[in-house]
């Protein structure tokens, strides 16, 4: 199976701008999508494609693509941020399959 | 709205059975690929099992396959996992969640709020 790798932890001071990165083989064939998850809850789709954004998630988080990376910017970064993030995409190796990348601990300082 | 609610989870003893299931409403469930997600106690999301919108392709994780068997009642709006030979390494939380389209996409707009299986002696 494919394998996506995540920074274990990102910081970040509050207002400023964070980028959060994943890297994998999959990711030169399909697009990732980003979760939010905060302790106790499900995760919640906050990226999916190329850079859309469902309704209800703040413009200030944007999805970027290049090569074999995706990248989740938060621009202003606020406390409620504060939060696990993981990435996944279709697997390249198996057809129906789904990888998740390791996931982003970010803290808002 | 999209409404996943899980149901199932427990304590189980090694090498039992358990089977979860979802109820979905507020979609039109046969339209869509629905999959199941599991989180272990701290660790991260982990994806187990997918099956597409008519129940003709199934595929499975290495860590469940052949253990774990995904099916879909179009019927009744309900998705569910039957898992047996569990193993302690099985011990987790359970989401469903609903794919874009009715073949894999990978995005999940929607989850449930998990079910939790423990398996202990």
């Known amino acids: 199976s494919s394998k996506l790798t995540q920074d274990p932890a990102v910081s970040v001071a509050l207002g400023q701008t964070v980028r959060i990165t994943c890297q994998g083989d999959?990711?030169?064939?399909?697009?990732a999508s980003w979760y939010q998850q905060k302790p106790g809850q499900a995760p919640v789709l906050v990226i999916s494609?190329?850079?859309n954004r469902p309704s209800g998630i703040p413009d200030r988080f944007s999805g970027s693509n290049s090569g074999n990376t995706a990248s989740l910017t938060i621009t202003g970064a606020q406390a409620e941020d504060e939060a696990e993030y993981y990435c996944?995409?279709?697997?390249?190796?198996?057809?129906?399959?789904?990888?998740f990348g390791g996931g982003t601990k970010l803290t808002v300082l | 709205q999209a409404q996943l609610v899980e149901s199932g989870g427990g304590v189980v003893q090694p090498g039992r059975s358990l089977r979860l299931s979802c109820a979905a409403s507020?979609?039109?469930?046969?339209?869509?690929?629905m999959h199941w997600v599991r989180q272990a106690p701290g660790k991260g999301l982990e994806w187990v099992a997918i099956?597409?919108?008519?129940?003709?392709?199934?595929d499975y994780a290495d860590s469940v396959k052949g253990r774990f068997t995904i099916s879909r009642d179009n019927s009744k709006n309900t998705l569910h996992m039957e898992m047996k030979s569990l193993r302690a390494e099985d011990t987790a939380m359970y989401y469903c969640?609903?794919?874009?389209?009715?073949?894999?996409?990978?995005?999940?707009?929607?989850w449930g709020q998990g079910t939790l299986v423990t398996v202990s002696s």
């Open positions: 969640a609903k794919d874009r389209r009715d073949i894999l996409t990978g995005y999940y707009d929607d």
């Open positions: 507020g979609f039109t469930f046969s339209g869509y690929a």
């Open positions: 099956i597409s919108h008519d129940g003709s392709n199934k």
């Open positions: 999959s990711l030169r064939s399909f697009f």
């Open positions: 494609g190329k850079n």
């Open positions: 996944n995409s279709r697997d390249s190796i198996a057809n129906l399959r789904v990888v």
